[in-house]
């Protein structure tokens, strides 16, 4: 399976759940997220990093499910102790019912190929499809950042990049505490050039980009507005912490309906007027705007984000 054949999926927000915590999974089994993850690294602690694989096993294989579409687990990263099992346990014990893994502090393209390896070795055990469950990998550090061409062509299985905001900060020695939010005293935007290093490898690859946490989970107003920044520049979701941030959220990451009818209107207009019937013109106008082929790539673009989130005829997205 290549990249650009893993199965289509929607992550307008991605909701990070602690393994170690009944109490939280449970409460996110009816949340309104496009995906979630069961989280065995930063979330959960040293002593119980062993029992929490357990607790989401269980998780994944209890009746009730999640209403979340894509459902993942983060194990921990390679320069721990507990990848190795993290793996074999969850995958053995519910790898049918795990859509993606994803990677925490990648940092070389010879992580997610090891990831890869060990996870077909499972999947050949435990009778899974190989192949069939996808990989998301967080850059992390300045390492992952230097290193992000090669890791988003590491493994058919990658489904998307990550930018985990924390780590990267902390490894660059940026000023501030707030996980996710602009550093104090920085005019401009910290993230700007680490978010279009990710977007640009994830796209040249085929693969979405997602944006790191906000760790302020009642400053809505601040959650808005890094996710509207990252949003403007294409990426297709972002990591919540709290399901006050799953509405701002989705509708960060989803076409305004305005928005959406133009490109509707663009890809119409377009399409007949570079008809034969239309006299076959290269270049028009619509709403006072020229149009061209480069014009149609954006309104395309535009109307497939507006689609998988639910905005059809009639329909209001979620």
């Keep these: 399976m290549t990249a650009s054949s893993r199965p289509a999926r929607v992550r307008r927000t991605v909701l990070a759940v602690p393994g170690s915590s009944d109490r939280f999974i449970a409460k996110a089994r009816g949340l309104g997220v496009d995906a979630l993850f069961l989280d065995l690294e930063d979330a959960v602690a040293p002593p119980v990093k062993a029992e929490s ?3 989401i096993v269980a998780a994944l294989n209890a009746p009730e499910g999640f209403a979340a579409p894509t459902v993942t687990v983060r194990v921990n990263d390679w320069s721990t102790p507990w990848t190795f099992r993290d793996v074999v346990e969850v995958v053995s014990g519910a790898g049918a019912n ?6 925490p502090k990648v940092t070389a393209a010879s992580e997610v190929k090891a990831l890869d390896l060990l996870l077909t070795q499972v999947e050949h055990e435990a009778g899974l499809p190989v192949g069939g ?4 990998v967080q850059i992390e550090d300045a390492l992952g950042l230097l290193h992000v061409a ?4 590491a493994s058919p299985r990658l489904e998307s990049l990550v930018f985990g905001p924390g780590d990267f900060m902390a490894s660059l020695g940026m000023g501030g505490l707030n996980v996710g939010a602009q550093p104090a005293g920085y005019p401009a935007d910290a993230f700007h050039h680490v978010l279009m290093s990710i977007l640009v490898a994830a796209r040249a690859h085929g693969l979405q980009a997602i ?6 989970i009642r400053d809505t107003a601040g959650f808005e507005a890094a996710a509207a920044r990252s ?6 979701g972002k990591w919540v912490l709290h399901p006050h941030q799953v509405a701002p959220g989705n509708a960060a990451y ?3 309906p305005g928005d959406f009818e133009r490109a509707r209107r663009i890809m119409d207009a377009y399409a007949a007027a570079t008809s034969v019937a239309g006299g076959a013109t290269g270049a028009i ?19 497939a984000r507006g689609q998988a989130a639910g905005l059809l005829a009639g329909k209001e997205p979620s």
Aim: charged share 25%; glycine share 10%.
């Design 231 to 236: 949003a403007a520049l294409g990426y297709d």
């Design 98 to 103: 795990i859509d993606c893994l994803v990677m």
């Design 254 to 256: 989803t076409p305004a």
């Design 150 to 153: 090669a890791i988003a062509g």
């Design 53 to 55: 694989r357990a607790r």
């Design 133 to 136: 469950i996808g990989l998301e």
């Design 211 to 216: 944006d790191g946490p906000f760790v302020a």
């Design 285 to 303: 106008v619509v709403d006072d705007e020229m149009v061209d082929e480069a014009g149609v790539k954006l309104a395309s673009a535009l109307l």
